[in-house]
């Protein structure tokens, strides 16, 4: 060995490739150099870090993941309970409000949710067991 590095035209030759191959590889090798998320990140001087980068937990994907898990589950509700859910939930009616627009009690309203709730709940559990 010569004690120096290959050139593109030697590692083409070697690898049976084109220069532009070699070349696209090469690059990509300087794409996958590993650093510490708590090295200092350069040209910061403020001891900042990659770790101080990263992002948090988004607690909206909570919300989705449980939205479509019970979606099986609310499409078997029958009509009223599922229109009292939206009423309630995507509406943010007052069950007050609910028991009024289709002529329940607040107390009739009050149990339909819980016992949706409630079957739903079971429901998306078993679901994913």
């Given at each position: ?25 090469m690059e990509a090798l300087d794409s996958f150099t ?5 090295a200092q990140l350069p040209g910061t001087g403020d ?40 009423m309630r939930f995507f509406r943010d009616m007052t ?35």
């Amino acid at each position: 060995m010569s004690g120096r590095a290959p050139t593109v035209a030697e590692i083409a030759e070697h690898a049976g490739m084109s220069e532009e191959e070699a070349r696209t590889g090469m690059e990509a090798l300087d794409s996958f150099t590993a650093l510490s998320l708590d090295a200092q990140l350069p040209g910061t001087g403020d001891g900042y870090s990659l770790s101080d980068a990263l992002g948090g937990l988004d607690g909206a994907l909570d919300v989705i993941v449980d939205r479509e898990a019970v979606k099986p589950a609310l499409n078997r509700l029958p009509e009223r309970e599922k229109k009292i859910l939206y009423m309630r939930f995507f509406r943010d009616m007052t069950q007050s409000r609910i028991a009024e627009d289709l002529g329940l009690s607040q107390m009739h309203v009050s149990r339909l949710i819980s016992r949706c709730c409630t079957r739903l709940r079971d429901e998306a559990l078993r679901d994913a067991a």
